[in-house]
């Protein structure tokens, strides 16, 4: 995946570069109008743009017919499209898995975001009108810490404000001495089985 | 340590052989300066306390250890990295380092 990265970003730099170079010889080339030195009509003699037409029409032509050629032309187009997706794929950036906690010159204490997402779960269930919690951590881009969402069931007729503070208060041994954003939300759930 | 464990990981990688034996949890890597950077691999134990404490106490006797055996030179930075929570119940048995065992050389 390194390695597709780094090719995928020299090969974008390098297509940006040519086709900055096209764009300002096409604007260079339209100052004159006509089959002046400096018109487009002079560029495309220049890069033999009537030959090419001309090879690239044979070309086409073959790829028309039938057999090897258009196998060869499909399986070749096939790789293009999978080479794409692969470049793609690589410049997605991989989320981090690890939550800084703090850096100095001593060093670094960093957490998986997993673990702490698990530990947020378990102590947001803590509550007793908790019936069901599912918590997420997100490190910082830039900076030590992340983000912790904490998404709880309750049952019951308490209001959801208080069941969000009882959550933030179970979950305080964790996030008083994190630099942990914390955000709560309740949502009510019909216990399984109701009758009417 | 109270608290926590060192853990060797799911696949048994992060460890360091010492004399034939392996440390569990610690990955030492030599700096271009000749001291050794350490990162140590913790699983904490239920409730989780403070874990910025928790792993800034087990910097503390780390470099308290390498102070005694006069290593305090050659150590570099120590980073902790917390990969597991033990769940309500479960024990810490992981690593060599048992929740009450002493660090190589501590005294009990």
Redesign the interface.
Known sequence: MLLGRLLTRLLGILLLALLALAGLAAAVFCIQSGHGTVSLPSLASDLHLADLRGTIATFLHRLEARGPSATVAALSGGGAILLGIVMIASLVPRRERLIVLSESENGVIAARRRVLAQAATALARQPRMVTGARARARPSRRKAGGRLRVRVDQSGDSPNAEVTRAVIAALQPLSESLPLRVRVRARKRRPAGRVR | MPGGALTAGPHRRWRTSDDGRAIHGVLAVVQPDGRF??ELHLIVA????????L??DL?GRVRAAAKRARLEGQLG?????????A??GEALIDGVAGPDQPLAGEQA
Do not use: N
């Not at chain 2, 239920?46 to 404490?53: I, K, M, V």
């Open positions: 950077e350490l239920w409730p989780p306390g403070p874990l910025e404490q792993a800034a910097r930075q120590i980073h902790v990295h917390i990969d597991g929570v769940g309500p």
